[in-house]
């Protein structure tokens, strides 16, 4: 099936704010018993820490991708290259495993699920405000293509 680079983008928002309110989910879930203002502080610093040094230059770095495609039709999963891919992959085998293992105390599941799923839901989110920002996001990479 192919898509417009638009869509492209909306598919991106759809897989990264799926994943981050699930991993979202189970954070919060694991959180009542330990609640405490370093956990909400530390939880701040793993979705600051994520956000800054890999969501937030993934939201870019695709949306830049998607819009210098040529105007046409595109297979619906080119969102990602190979390399999100193998992150997403990574991240849910790893999140899967890390939690049947019963390696990591619930409190760490809380606090690090918690801040990590709030930074890939932010990511969907930016991926969905880039789908409706399109042809302004266009324009200005246009602009910056030709100076």
């Given at each position: 099936?192919?898509?417009?680079?638009?869509?492209?983008?909306?598919?991106?928002?759809?897989v990264w704010t799926a994943a981050g309110f699930n991993v979202l989910r189970?954070?919060?879930?694991?959180?009542?018993?330990?609640?405490?203002?370093?956990?909400?502080?530390?939880?701040?610093?793993?979705?600051a820490l994520f956000w800054q040094f890999v969501f937030g230059k993934l939201v870019k770095k695709h949306t830049a991708r998607i819009l210098?495609?040529?105007?046409?039709?595109?297979?619906?999963?080119?969102?990602?290259?190979?390399?999100?891919?193998?992150?997403?992959?990574?991240?849910?085998?790893?999140?899967?495993?890390?939690?049947?293992?019963?390696?990591?105390?619930?409190?760490?599941?809380?606090?690090?699920?918690?801040?990590?799923?709030?930074?890939?839901?932010?990511?969907?989110?930016?991926?969905?405000?880039?789908?409706?920002?399109?042809?302004?996001?266009?324009?200005?990479?246009?602009?910056?293509?030709?100076?």
């Amino acid at each position: 099936m192919k898509v417009s680079k638009r869509v492209l983008l909306f598919l991106a928002g759809i897989v990264w704010t799926a994943a981050g309110f699930n991993v979202l989910r189970i954070g919060v879930l694991a959180y009542p018993p330990y609640l405490s203002i370093l956990n909400f502080l530390l939880s701040l610093v793993v979705f600051a820490l994520f956000w800054q040094f890999v969501f937030g230059k993934l939201v870019k770095k695709h949306t830049a991708r998607i819009l210098s495609y040529p105007d046409i039709p595109h297979f619906f999963l080119k969102f990602f290259d190979r390399k999100a891919f193998f992150i997403m992959a990574f991240m849910i085998g790893g999140g899967i495993a890390l939690r049947l293992s019963g390696i990591a105390p619930e409190e760490f599941i809380a606090v690090f699920y918690s801040g990590l799923g709030s930074s890939l839901f932010l990511a969907g989110i930016l991926f969905w405000f880039n789908c409706q920002n399109y042809h302004t996001l266009l324009k200005t990479q246009q602009e910056k293509s030709n100076s």
